[in-house]
């Protein structure tokens, strides 16, 4: 379950409403769609849900704040100020039924700890009001190096404003088919039910697609009826099916929109220049060190000098392989984390920790001499005392495993 709000700000949410000073019927909407237009600060939305007996019941309740102020009743710590403050939709309280359960379900937790930047969060709340019409209806396409945060990003977002998405991982031999329809077995009997895109459009939901240029080639012109909210159909449907407002598409590749990648990848295919005429295009660039030290900062580790050149390491190496192609491996964000993780749970534990946490997250290097021996020369460079050369690194690198004798243990010798 996504992080909810204490009963005090929902109390407080639902006064700054009553104190708009607005009549109910101006200050409240009650609907199954999202309703579409610009509306005063604090308007309420009751978001329901039509039963199977055709009436209506409230899964939860959105009111229509500044970016800021969600910002605020969610808890941020980070500059506030420095992100836009346009209206969105922000979801505050919930029903206890199973409608409600299931929209829950489907937010994600948020990452306190993650650090958007300010100008992927102001495009992506303009795809999320523009309404799904012919000609107006727009997507979001984000590409750049692996881990420069791009899925993140929509995650944060949507879970700061308590949305609810469908999330679809694209791969190399996907069918269209599968996107649409999930086929199982459960006891010798086959059975079908709605795939990711289906799922998405019937409940009125966002469809975040993570690795989209790995989709099939056909399957990306079929984004431009659901982007512009047309009617269209499925071979296997017996109806039409329509997107509806709360229906947005949030893209993600390696892949520009000229069809060059980016980083060590290579996408299915260029994508459809029809769809891409469709989507905002959003460029995340690469890791440098200003970012790399805000994601050690963020999670939780001093940024001492040590950090600050283990940051500086991970920077070069992945220039080195951006423009050089020396290198086959690039480091993330998740990279570099896990490096300082493995560094601090291991210092004092083997002899060269900061070696030993490189060779657990670049494993190129274990198997190719030439990477490795251009990687001890960044880290010569970057991390190293400038005394030692690649000679002396690559002597600790072949003892970087050695276990330090623990004072407990010495202390258990001496006393034998």
């Given at each position: 379950m996504f992080n909810s709000l204490s009963k005090e700000t929902i109390a407080a949410i639902t006064s700054a409403s009553k104190a708009t000073g607005l009549p109910d019927e101006q200050r409240v909407i009650s609907s199954v769609e999202m309703p579409e237009?610009?509306?005063?600060?604090?308007?309420?939305?009751?978001?329901?849900?039509?039963?199977?007996?055709?009436?209506?019941?409230?899964?939860?309740?959105?009111?229509?704040?500044?970016?800021?102020d969600a910002l605020k009743?969610?808890?941020?710590?980070?500059?506030?100020?420095?992100?836009?403050?346009?209206?969105?939709?922000?979801?505050?309280?919930?029903?206890?039924?199973?409608?409600?359960?299931?929209?829950?379900?489907?937010?994600?937790?948020?990452?306190?700890?993650?650090?958007?930047?300010?100008?992927?969060?102001?495009?992506?709340?303009?795809?999320?009001?523009?309404?799904?019409?012919?000609?107006?209806?727009?997507?979001?396409?984000?590409?750049?190096?692996?881990?420069?945060?791009?899925?993140?990003?929509?995650?944060?977002?949507?879970?700061?404003?308590?949305?609810?998405?469908?999330?679809?991982?694209?791969?190399?031999?996907?069918?269209?088919?599968?996107?649409?329809?999930?086929?199982?077995?459960?006891?010798?009997?086959?059975?079908?039910?709605?795939?990711?895109?289906?799922?998405?459009?019937?409940?009125?939901?966002?469809?975040?697609?993570?690795?989209?240029?790995?989709?099939?080639?056909?399957?990306?012109p079929a984004l431009n009826n659901m982007i512009e909210g047309r009617q269209f159909s499925v071979s296997f449907l017996d109806h039409m099916i329509k997107a509806r407002n709360g229906f947005k598409v949030f893209g993600f590749g390696n892949t520009g929109?000229?069809?060059?990648?980016?980083?060590?990848?290579?996408?299915?295919?260029?994508?459809?220049?029809?769809?891409?005429?469709?989507?905002?295009?959003?460029?995340?660039?690469?890791?440098?060190?200003?970012?790399?030290?805000?994601?050690?900062?963020?999670?939780?580790?001093?940024?001492?000098?040590l950090a600050k050149k283990i940051c500086s390491f991970v920077v070069k190496i992945n220039q080195s392989v951006r423009e050089e192609h020396s290198l086959s491996e690039m480091i993330s964000p998740r990279g570099l984390t896990a490096i300082m993780q493995s560094i601090q749970i291991n210092t004092g534990v083997v002899r060269n920790p900061v070696l030993y946490a490189i060779g657990t997250v670049m494993g190129s290097i274990l198997e190719d001499k030439e990477s490795l021996e251009k990687v001890f020369a960044i880290y010569a460079l970057t991390v190293a005392e400038s005394a030692k050369d690649v000679r002396e690194i690559t002597n600790e690198w072949e003892h970087r495993y050695e276990i330090l004798e623990s004072e407990a243990n010495s202390t258990e010798q001496k006393g034998a």
């Open positions: 237009g610009v509306f005063p600060a604090y308007t309420i939305w009751r978001m329901l849900e039509k039963t199977a007996d055709g009436s209506e019941s409230i899964v939860g309740i959105k009111a229509y704040i500044p970016f800021h009743y969610r808890g941020y710590k980070g500059d506030i100020n420095a992100m836009p403050n346009k209206m969105v939709w922000f979801a505050f309280a919930f029903n206890q039924n199973a409608a409600a359960v299931k929209y829950q379900q489907c937010v994600q937790d948020l990452d306190e700890s993650f650090r958007p930047e300010p100008r992927h969060i102001n495009l992506m709340i303009d795809v999320l009001s523009q309404p799904n019409t012919p000609g107006y209806g727009r997507g979001y396409y984000g590409w750049g190096e692996a881990g420069t945060g791009k899925t993140s990003t929509a995650h944060w977002l949507t879970a700061v404003l308590g949305q609810a998405i469908i999330q679809l991982n694209c791969k190399p031999n996907m069918e269209v088919e599968e996107m649409f329809v999930s086929h199982s077995a459960h006891d010798g009997k086959w059975s079908t039910c709605n795939g990711p895109i289906l799922q998405a459009l019937e409940n009125d939901w966002p469809l975040v697609i993570d690795e989209m240029d790995l989709a099939p080639g056909e399957f990306i929109g000229a069809g060059l990648e980016v980083g060590m990848y290579n996408g299915r295919s260029q994508l459809d220049a029809s769809s891409l005429d469709r989507m905002y295009k959003d460029y995340y660039t690469p890791l440098d060190q200003e970012k790399a030290e805000l994601i050690v900062s963020s999670r939780g580790y001093d940024l001492d000098d």
